[in-house]
């Protein structure tokens, strides 16, 4: 699994863009990448034949550095094509190696699976294939169900972790006060008597804006040439 963004520390295999056997050149498309940030294309680097996929499409939670595929570096002329219209296959690609073949040293496997060496090199693009977007679909409701249980996508897991450490790992102080309102209930009474209505929240904002204007010094600030009020 590689790593597509600098935070990235695991990923979930929306879909393949190759199948087993399949020859890839640099700049192809692997597979679509569903990272903490968006879905990104994971792009091949050198050339060779997809010998074996080891992580399926829809596998979740999967690690940097994880192996997810394996690639030959096998060329065309290595390989006896025996498919329908000279096509080469997984088995014919198999053949070759078996046949005493060597495939060159490939060196995706170790760009890929270094997390500390985000491909920054060539940014990559969100995909908007629709493979990614149907990889995961919605469940149906169960018959006599009032719910519906959607799994959740890797954006939202990263913004529901982040807002538990919030809450936990940040420190956090409360401060509280005890008033005696007496005096101000007593004042909607009398209000309510002359036909004037008024919460507690109006006749708060009363007492602010007085303690305001005769504590003007406290909301305010002074500099050298002015006095700006806040």
Do not use: C
Request: hydrophobic share 40%; proline share 9%.
């Amino acid at each position: 699994m590689p790593a597509l963004s600098p935070t990235m520390a695991q990923g979930n295999v929306a879909s393949w863009n190759v199948k087993e056997g399949d020859e890839v050149a640099p700049g192809d498309m692997l597979a679509d990448i569903e990272t903490d940030k968006a879905t990104l294309g994971w792009e091949n680097m050198d050339d060779g034949f997809i010998a074996m996929i080891l992580v399926p499409a829809g596998t979740k939670d999967v690690a940097v550095g994880t192996p997810s595929a394996l690639l030959i570096g096998l060329s065309a002329a290595d390989v006896q094509p025996t498919g329908p219209h000279g096509i080469i296959t997984e088995g014919d690609v198999l053949a070759a190696i078996q046949g005493g073949a060597k495939p060159k040293p490939s060196t995706q496997a170790t760009k890929d699976a270094r997390p500390s060496e985000p491909q920054a090199a060539k940014p990559q693009t969100p995909a908007a294939s629709p493979s990614a977007a149907q990889a995961a679909p919605a469940p149906k409701p169960q018959p006599g169900a009032r719910y519906t249980d959607t799994p959740n996508s890797q954006i939202r897991k990263i913004i529901a972790q982040r807002l538990l450490e919030s809450k936990t790992k940040i420190p956090h102080a409360y401060f509280s006060a005890t008033a005696n309102i007496d005096g101000v209930a007593a004042l909607r009474q009398t209000l309510k008597e002359q036909g004037q209505k008024a919460s507690p929240t109006h006749l708060l904002l009363v007492l602010v804006q007085r303690s305001s204007r005769a504590w003007g010094s406290a909301s305010s600030n002074s500099t050298a040439h002015t006095t700006a009020a806040i």
